[in-house]
């Protein structure tokens, strides 16, 4: 008998647990995903960029659709889980939009797992055709951000703690460029 509800209570946590997951990746983020715009995988985390329209009361302005991030563990046939914030405060002008975001993944004991920053946004100026960020610590080395190609939009996409970012034309020209003051 007492094993029956050993059993039965494994069994009954074992569903808690799965129950936790979801099917797609879409049912997994909080909010109506238009469309998965971008998935990179990091360690045991997705990095799942889409796009979504504000059904939120403090938006009732926003009608186009706003970029958002989603850090998921899981794969197609175990489910996915929502491990990371959701939200897309941002800054926005006429060349791109910026989205910065930050993720740690945390072990029962508390040990840090995962520690995932990126930036991502919407290039909006036809002319810029590369996107350069520079890593903390770095003073002259900036790296190329992937970009992504979408239904006749382009996005970016960078991981990893940034300084600064720019966006360049075709020649090489700085079309736009922001630093950031990185407080230690």
Not at 19 to 44: D, F, G, L, R
Not at 131 to 156: F, S
Not at 168 to 184: M, T
């Amino acid at each position: 008998m007492k094993k029956r509800i050993q059993l039965l209570l494994i069994s009954i946590f074992i569903l808690i647990i799965t129950a936790c997951s979801y099917p797609t990746m879409n049912e997994a983020i909080p909010y109506k995903v238009n469309q998965i715009i971008h998935t990179e995988k990091m360690e045991e985390i997705s990095i799942v960029l889409y796009d979504t329209i504000a059904e939120i009361e403090e938006f009732t302005d926003q009608t186009k659709p706003v970029l958002g991030v989603a850090f998921l563990k899981g794969d197609q046939e175990d489910g996915w889980d929502n491990v990371g914030p959701n939200g897309w405060k941002h800054k926005d002008n006429d060349q791109l939009t910026i989205y910065k975001e930050h993720f740690k993944d945390y072990d029962k004991e508390g040990n840090i797992i995962a520690d995932i920053s990126i930036i991502y946004g919407e290039i909006h100026n036809p002319e810029i055709k590369k996107i350069e960020t520079l890593a903390i610590g770095e003073t002259d080395h900036y790296n190329e951000a992937k970009i992504i190609e979408k239904d006749k939009k382009r996005y970016y996409l960078t991981i990893g703690e940034k300084s600064s970012i720019k966006a360049l034309s075709a020649n090489g020209d700085i079309l736009y460029q922001e630093d950031w003051v990185i407080e230690e």
